[in-house]
């Protein structure tokens, strides 16, 4: 199929073939009739991409300071390949999508094949959507007037944190399609409606659906709107301006009245006034999205819905709300239709959409029977790729998500293996990937992968939860396998594990635990080799905080934290000590109430067989200022002190004093290349399976204490 998708680091926008999206539990499969460009939000993703890296940095200012956060912790080079891997990362356009339900997936309700759906799918002949953000058509709405629901649904919300009621006068500042299509729900509601924007033809329009409005650089629209009150003040305003000035903010409180409501439905400034809004008492609330369900990944990816007597208006409700409008014919979008353009000729488009601010309504139109597929070729294979080696490793990897993208594909790319298939649920990530880094094809079906008798070698960079069946599937089918951290989210499926890794032997298992493989983490084993005596090691981990609904905390998808992303400082421990744990003890900060399901800032206290003692610190309620991981080894009056894998010290060690890097290395490309060719060569696997396994029971244990601790 064929996807339209944006460069945030030139501007330029593409037509690309990529693999049919696969449907995932609770998501309907779109083959897509119409689709609207959203002229404001579009426009400004085009314009960022087309500015310099300076205004790049103005326009995102609390993304520098991120930036400068991570300088001064990781360094200026890693910090410079972070920042340019996001930039070279494209996004996919589009979120007002119309189309008919061609595929189903599991535990689907309420919709049939062959249903005409609105939905917030991109700009692509197929689109897999949560069926929280579909909608059924009525049949009195065409396509054309469907494609323009989802923006209307985004003033709808404003209007409902608004709360006008019958005869209120009420602002809306901005007349774009959303403000006109807030324009004329307010009318239809029975409030009195005064609108304003910079172009005439905007004005015009407004005009036409009912509503007074003016060109603010013709009236003073403070003072238009009091007049427009009869000298009261608005009851209410709605800014649907995209500017980044706080004008329209400081004009809509003047214009109300006391207790006036100001809701910011577009983007603006928001350098507030507080004399505004302390004297008028007035109230003041950015407005999100198409309503309540949005970004919440219970209602978007896992398709739960909130009841309908507690939360009466969600964003699948405001959907039907505006199509039914539609069908009554209180909402008229067809004078907004400015353009009616084929899905190929769709790039063009983009450049005037920058250049010309008139255009308001551009529907993309698509070919009734989208061009289906199941793989796209990226690459041909070389002659000499044809016939690989029974032992060269020829690679398949499934995910292709922030981390893949940025760390372990580069260090794939750079080793010889031959890099066959990549996979993801989304064919653009697989698609993008397999450009980037030298696949012969992509796929969004990793079944592709583990049917391919060429392929021997797979790469599992997947959400934590799938990370235990796929390897067992690999391992099945005899490949060799590199699973991204955890191996497993509970010891059922450890086990499930073991038994058939010890039916596929010899092949390779290998989990990333990287820092194995940095550079200053094998001088520190080098020097602790000679030790006579136990050791005691402290490792501190500033994890900073992660929002609570992030599916990382979940157990069933990402197993916690702790399961997630502390096992890698336990089997580093593990590594540098060499020798079995033998007891896990685990204590975490409960204050008050778990926030959680499973506590983030944890003590795990690690005794080894040999006497040594280490204990991971992982906290999530430090500062982002400081360091990320420090590691200090006390040894028979000597200790080494790792400071987040850049520098290493020693103090009363003979013949070491420090090792310094120039850029941080936590041994992502040491590790890759190490399991490349090992998998060439054969012999033991780089980390035996006795380690794996402890160091995974380790982090259950560790998880089952805190969870069996008691709040205070």
Not at 127 to 148: G, H, T, Y
Not at 301 to 330: C, H, I, S
Not at 526 to 542: D, E, F, G, I, K
Request: hydrophobic letters at 40%; charged letters at 20%; a neutral charge.
């Amino acid at each position: 199929m064929q996807q339209l998708i944006q460069h945030l680091d030139t501007g330029d926008t593409e037509l690309v073939t990529v693999p049919d999206p696969q449907v995932k539990h609770r998501q309907l499969l779109i083959a897509t009739q119409r689709s609207l460009i959203s002229p404001g939000t579009e426009r400004m993703l085009v314009s960022f991409g087309q500015a310099h890296w300076l205004a790049k940095a103005r326009a995102q200012p609390e993304k520098v300071q991120q930036v400068l956060d991570k300088m001064r912790t990781d360094g200026v080079l890693a910090t410079w390949d972070a920042v340019r891997s996001k930039l070279a990362t494209p996004l996919p356009l589009g979120y007002c999508n119309v189309g008919r339900v061609v595929d189903i997936g599991p535990d689907v309700m309420d919709f049939r094949l062959g249903d005409r759906v609105v939905s917030n799918g991109p700009h692509a002949e197929l689109v897999a959507v949560s069926q929280n953000l579909c909608a059924r058509i009525p049949d009195e709405v065409s396509d054309d007037e469907a494609a323009f629901t989802v923006l209307a649904a985004i003033g709808l919300q404003g209007i409902r944190l608004a709360q006008p009621t019958l005869g209120e006068s009420v602002a809306v500042i901005g007349l774009g399609l959303i403000g006109l299509l807030t324009v004329q729900m307010l009318l239809a509601n029975g409030c009195r409606v005064i609108g304003f924007d910079l172009q005439d033809a905007r004005v015009d329009m407004a005009r036409r659906f009912g509503a007074e409005a003016f060109n603010p650089r013709q009236v003073d629209p403070v003072a238009a709107g009091m007049a427009f009150s009869r000298g009261r003040g608005l009851d209410a305003v709605l800014i649907t301006a995209a500017t980044r000035s706080s004008e329209p903010v400081h004009q809509a409180a003047q214009m109300s009245r006391q207790r006036g409501r100001i809701v910011l439905v577009g983007v603006t400034g928001l350098e507030l006034r507080r004399s505004d809004f302390y004297e008028k008492e007035l109230s003041f609330q950015v407005s999100c999205s198409y309503g309540p369900g949005r970004y919440d990944p219970n209602y978007e990816e896992k398709g739960q819905d909130y009841p309908y007597g507690l939360v009466r208006w969600t964003a699948q409700r405001n959907f039907e709300a505006v199509l039914e409008m539609m069908a009554q014919g209180k909402l008229d979008v067809q004078p907004l239709i400015s353009h009616r353009i084929p899905l190929e000729e769709a790039p063009s488009i983009y450049q005037e959409l920058v250049s010309n601010a008139d255009p308001l309504g551009i529907l993309l139109t698509y070919s009734p029977q989208p061009q289906r597929s199941i793989r796209v070729v990226t690459r041909p294979s070389l002659p000499e790729e044809e016939s690989a080696g029974a032992g060269d490793p020829v690679v398949g990897v499934i995910g292709a998500g922030n981390f893949a993208q940025r760390v372990l594909l580069p260090a794939l790319s750079q080793t010889d293996a031959q890099l066959r298939t990549i996979a993801a649920s989304r064919g653009l990530s697989a698609t993008l990937a397999a450009r980037k880094f030298g696949f012969d094809q992509a796929v969004s079906d990793p079944e592709e992968i583990f049917e391919d008798p060429e392929i021997n070698t797979i790469f599992i960079l997947t959400r934590h939860q799938t990370h235990a069946p796929l390897v067992i599937q690999a391992l099945e089918k005899g490949k060799h396998v590199f699973v991204e951290k955890p191996l497993a989210l509970d010891r059922a499926s450890l086990a499930a594990i073991r038994a058939a890794y010890e039916k596929a032997l010899p092949v390779q298992l290998m989990v990333g635990f990287n820092r194995r493989f940095a550079p200053l983490a094998q001088k520190m084993r080098t020097l602790l080799a000679s030790r006579t005596a136990p050791v005691a090691a402290v490792y501190t981990v500033n994890a900073g905080a992660i929002p609570p609904d992030h599916w990382i905390h979940d157990r069933q998808q990402g197993g916690g934290r702790i399961i997630g992303e502390g096992c890698h400082f336990v089997d580093f421990l593990r590594f540098l000590i060499g020798s079995p744990i033998t007891e896990v003890t685990a204590r975490a900060m409960l204050p008050g109430s778990r926030s959680i399901p499973t506590p983030d800032t944890v003590s795990v206290t690690l005794t080894f067989q040999d006497g040594s003692l280490g204990v991971v610190h992982y906290f999530a309620n430090g500062s982002k200022q400081f360091p990320k991981e420090r590691v200090e080894v006390f040894s028979e009056e000597r200790i080494l002190v790792l400071d987040n894998f850049k520098t290493l010290v020693g103090y009363g060690w003979p013949g070491f004093r420090k090792m310094r890097l120039w850029r941080q290395d936590k041994g992502h490309q040491a590790e890759v290349a190490a399991f490349v060719q090992r998998v060439r060569e054969g012999g033991p696997p780089l980390i035996p399976w006795p380690e794996l396994e402890e160091v995974t029971l380790a982090t259950l244990d560790a998880v089952e204490e805190v969870l069996a601790q008691k709040a205070p």
